[in-house]
């Protein structure tokens, strides 16, 4: 079974790269990173696409922002 977590990313880069090493680097390596990434204006997408590279378990998901609703 494998388990998802969803990380919804808005202009955190300062926090990013930590916050997706904690995930990737659990014990648990049945899972799939899903980062949706709300319209970040800082370098949040520069990391993503680094992190994208070097795991195949992450998913990327661009959208323009909509916002904590969506």
Do not use: A, C, W
């Amino acid at each position: 079974m494998k388990f998802s977590v969803i990380m919804p990313v808005y202009n955190v880069q300062e926090y990013l790269d930590r916050s997706i090493m904690s995930v990737l680097s659990q014990s648990l390596q049945d899972i799939e990173l899903i980062i949706i990434n709300d319209g970040s204006t800082d370098g949040s997408h520069s990391i993503i696409d680094y992190y994208l590279k070097k795991d195949i378990r992450i998913k990327y998901i661009q959208q323009d922002n909509k916002g904590v609703s969506e």
